[in-house]
């Protein structure tokens, strides 16, 4: 059975940082590419970030490009979101989501998420 | 970037009723059209890719159509565990872009 386990969420100020982790489990890990999705209180689903199987080029959303860093250790079965300079604005759920191939494709899986909220 | 318009944007239907939500983008994206289910409280769940597969475990009630610009889900009969929020998403290119989500409601 496929599992994400999203962590790292929490409260923090604006101009602060936050690592979030997502651990995956019952599924060959490094051959799947993985995002990270986000959803501010009331909001709809917004990507954030994407990395494909291998690691290689990584693709962002215009809203956090050179702020928010995606990385992955296929050793450990984790993808992580690296997040600098946080906004009031990143305040949302953020999940992981398992996508069907090696690279661009659909979302098979979701992660149940975890809570940032950026507020002073 | 490629925008989803999704319409309506919530509607009110009743138990048994057929449901279609249409889903368009800005600019022509093949097939690679999924649709997203997300009721209150809990994380996204796919239920449809290429536009019109069904999920692993998905119920055939759910449908999908389209290519192009202009796709649709059909609910089939609409049944209480299927009042959600539903999402379209295109993975033809990065960004990838959702629609702004069909709220349904009981009526």
């Known amino acids: 059975e496929v599992q994400l386990l999203e962590s790292g969420g929490g409260l923090v100020e604006p101009g602060e940082s936050l690592r979030l982790s997502c651990a995956a489990s019952?599924?060959?890990?490094?051959?799947?590419?993985m995002s990270w999705v986000r959803q501010a209180p009331g909001k709809g689903l917004e990507w954030v970030s994407a990395?494909?199987?291998?690691?290689?080029?990584?693709y962002y959303a215009d809203s956090v490009k050179g702020r928010f860093t995606i990385s992955r250790d296929n050793s450990k079965n984790t993808l992580f979101l690296q997040m600098h300079s946080l906004r009031a604005e990143d305040t949302a759920v953020y999940y992981c989501a398992m996508e069907s191939g090696s690279y661009l494709e659909t979302f098979d899986y979701w992660g149940l998420g975890t809570l940032v909220t950026v507020s002073s | 970037d490629i925008q989803m318009t999704q319409s309506p944007s919530s509607l009110s239907a009743s138990v048994g009723d057929r449901v279609t939500i249409t889903c368009r983008a800005s600019q022509g994206i093949s097939k690679y059209l999924a649709w997203i289910q997300q009721k209150p409280g809990k994380a996204p769940k796919s239920l449809i890719y290429a536009a019109s597969s069904l999920q692993s475990g998905v119920p055939s009630k759910f449908s999908g159509s389209g290519s192009g610009t202009d796709f649709t889900l059909t609910i089939s009969s609409l049944q209480p565990e299927d009042f959600a929020t539903y999402y379209c998403q295109q993975y033809k290119t990065y960004p990838l872009t959702f629609g702004g989500g069909t709220r349904v409601e009981i009526k």
């Open positions: 990395i494909p199987s291998t690691g290689g080029s990584t």
């Open positions: 019952g599924f060959t890990f490094s051959s799947y590419a």
